[in-house]
């Protein structure tokens, strides 16, 4: 059981390029969500989606765009990278109830140069 | 959404038990109470949740006071590979609800 995976694990681009983070998760989960963390910090909340063909703001969306391309994807693309969006990006997935438990994939270490 | 106060960092000594305390001072009828935790370089993880009993699993227990504004996390033997960061947050039990972290507990263990 895979779980939740992240692609890719590690990835450096220069400012103004583009590049997708994909997530999938094999769970038969209804909700995805993309939240980063930078160093020494807790994790903030980008994008989310409660089930496939809808997303919804976090905390802090500003220079990404997602897509819910179905039930078991959810991508994160930033369209021009910034070094300010040098983090770690975890997606996570979980049922809808509030006594589901979160899964969470292994993370993209990203650094924009 | 409801929001919840952790201390920054704490410390324990191996073998020994550690209590990890959160506050949710507004937290609803309806909040389920979760903790994760975060090894080093790794994504979050899952420990526990309840609603308004306490729980205990293979990891962890968790302590639930009776007007439920706070909540203890309880290691039951503290071990160097407990070291990580403790988050609690709140989950509504209707229906879908989007899920932010705080900035949790630094868990340290000394050998």
């Known amino acids: 059981n895979a779980g939740v995976t992240q692609t890719p694990k590690f990835q450096v681009l220069k400012t103004g390029q583009s590049m997708t983070l994909q997530c999938a998760q094999d769970m038969n989960h209804n909700s995805m969500y993309w939240y980063r963390q930078d160093p020494g910090m807790g994790l903030r909340l980008i994008y989310y989606s409660a089930s496939e063909g809808t997303t919804d703001k976090g905390e802090v969306p500003n220079g990404y765009n997602v897509s819910r391309l179905n039930k078991r994807e959810f991508s994160l693309r930033l369209e021009s990278a910034a070094p300010s969006q040098t983090s770690v990006y975890f997606c996570?997935?979980?049922?809808?109830?509030?006594?589901?438990?979160?899964?969470f994939g292994q993370g993209t270490r990203l650094t924009v140069v | 959404d409801a929001k919840t106060t952790q201390p920054n960092s704490m410390e324990s000594n191996e073998e020994e038990p550690v209590h990890l305390p959160c506050n949710h001072s507004?937290?609803?009828?309806?909040?389920?109470i979760h903790w994760y935790r975060q090894l080093p370089s790794q994504g979050p993880e899952y420990v526990i949740h309840g609603l308004t009993s306490n729980v205990n699993n293979r990891m962890a227990s968790l302590a639930i006071a009776e007007d439920r504004k706070s909540s203890t996390l309880i290691l039951h033997r503290a071990t160097l590979r407990d070291a990580a960061v403790y988050y609690c947050i709140l989950r509504f039990s209707g229906g879908y609800q989007k899920v932010t972290f705080g900035t949790g507990t630094k868990l340290q263990v000394i050998p």
């Open positions: 996570a997935s979980s049922g809808n109830r509030g006594r589901a438990e979160a899964f």
């Open positions: 507004t937290i609803s009828g309806t909040d389920y």
